[in-house]
């Protein structure tokens, strides 16, 4: 399958209107996600490993104790392609989730006691 790399101009444009935490840097679009912590910080490397996995298509990462950076380029395409844009969504929509603000039954992880803080939401 042959997948076509967006120019700068699209790239940034797409981000600005569809992923405004991303943004474009040497070649990659790219996130940084603030945790609590170590614990914090594996659940999401190990939750974008999942979704990377299920889509076939594999981001860098950088992971340090209170942080993941995740960067995603399309290699055989050299640039950004739709692979990119549709991983970092689901990235988004998933590591983004706070049951709490959609008024069901889950109320997500308390904020308010440090051995139960998890992400450091945007």
Request: aromatic residues 12%.
């Amino acid at each position: 399958m042959t997948v076509t790399a967006y120019s700068e101009a699209e790239v940034l444009a797409k981000l600005e209107a569809e992923l405004p935490h991303w943004f474009l840097e040497n070649g990659w679009i790219r996130r940084k996600y603030k945790t609590s912590g170590w614990k914090a910080t594996l659940m999401v490397v190990n939750t974008v490993g999942h979704l990377a996995e299920a889509a076939w298509h594999h981001p860098d990462l950088t992971v340090s104790y209170a942080f993941v950076i995740v960067k995603l380029q399309t290699h055989d395409a050299k640039g950004i392609t739709d692979k990119d844009f549709e991983l970092a969504a689901k990235i988004e929509q998933v590591i983004g989730w706070q049951p709490a603000k959609e008024g069901g039954v889950l109320e997500g992880t308390p904020n308010d006691d440090a051995r139960f803080k998890y992400i450091k939401y945007d």
